[in-house]
């Protein structure tokens, strides 16, 4: 993570720190909610800001799996971001399939810069 994107994620980890505190979750919560964001960060190498919910999804899922445990073979996933967001369901199909090609067939390797991710511009 250059430091640009360190010195938001340092900010922002802060800031969902404070959040978690401030709503009463157990320490063993906020370690773990706090442990996946960090994950995601470093699996893409980025604020995770910068990504879509999709994609932190399935890092922590394909993380979850790798660890050992008993493997989560299933998922739903309802149409993020088409109720509150208003986004349209085509747009938030688009972007549930970019973020299934990038995490789990890895595409997001082949991307030179960010500014090549997609829906990086919106």
Not at 23 to 33: L, R, V
Not at 98 to 122: C, G, Q
């Amino acid at each position: 993570m250059n430091i640009q994107d360190q010195t938001r994620f340092n900010s922002l980890y802060q800031r969902y720190l404070n959040e978690l505190t401030l709503q009463g979750k157990s320490p063993k919560t906020i370690n773990m909610y706090s442990s996946c964001l960090r994950q995601v960060g470093d699996y893409f190498d980025c604020c995770p800001d910068q990504l879509t919910a999709e994609q932190g999804l399935l890092v922590c899922l394909a993380k979850h799996n790798a660890s050992g445990g008993a493997k989560i073979r299933s998922i739903a996933i309802p149409s993020l971001c088409t109720g509150v967001g208003g986004m349209n369901e085509t747009e938030s199909a688009k972007q549930m399939k970019t973020a299934f090609e990038n995490v789990v067939m890895d595409k997001w390797l082949s991307i030179k810069h960010p500014a090549m991710a997609p829906y990086a511009t919106r």
